[in-house]
Nanobody
């Protein structure tokens, strides 16, 4: 089992920045691909970004490319999502997830989520 706890959400004005963190506990963190997803009100959950265990491969949704970066610190069992140039359309609950494949269609472990609200 892997437990994931997100933090760092909040209210920010458009154009601002936030950094989300996700701390993992349980099985060996470094063996997992870590990802971020989000779900806006009335919409389905969507993929945002992912990073492999060695930090050599990352993936991003087209909607966040160039604005968001993902990183991880395996020594701290933590993955980060740095969000810059935030837009009202980025408002959503952001979830951290873990799996063994960066292209997974069904991620194995999920956090509870953290709310991000971007005001215009």
């Amino acid at each position: 089992q892997v437990q994931l706890i997100e933090s760092g959400g909040g209210l920010v004005q458009a154009g601002g920045s936030l950094r989300l963190s996700c701390v993992a506990s349980g099985r060996t963190f470094s063996s997992y691909v870590m990802g971020w997803f989000r779900q806006a009100p009335g919409k389905e959950r969507e993929f945002v970004a992912a990073i492999n265990w060695s930090r050599t491969t990352t993936r991003f949704a087209n909607s966040v490319k160039g604005r968001f970066t993902i990183s991880r610190d395996n020594a701290k069992n933590t993955v980060y999502l740095q969000m810059n140039s935030l837009e009202p359309e980025d408002t959503a609950v952001y979830y951290c997830a873990a799996d063994h494949s960066i292209t997974s269609k069904s991620w194995e472990y999920w956090g509870q989520g953290t709310q991000v609200t971007v005001s215009s």
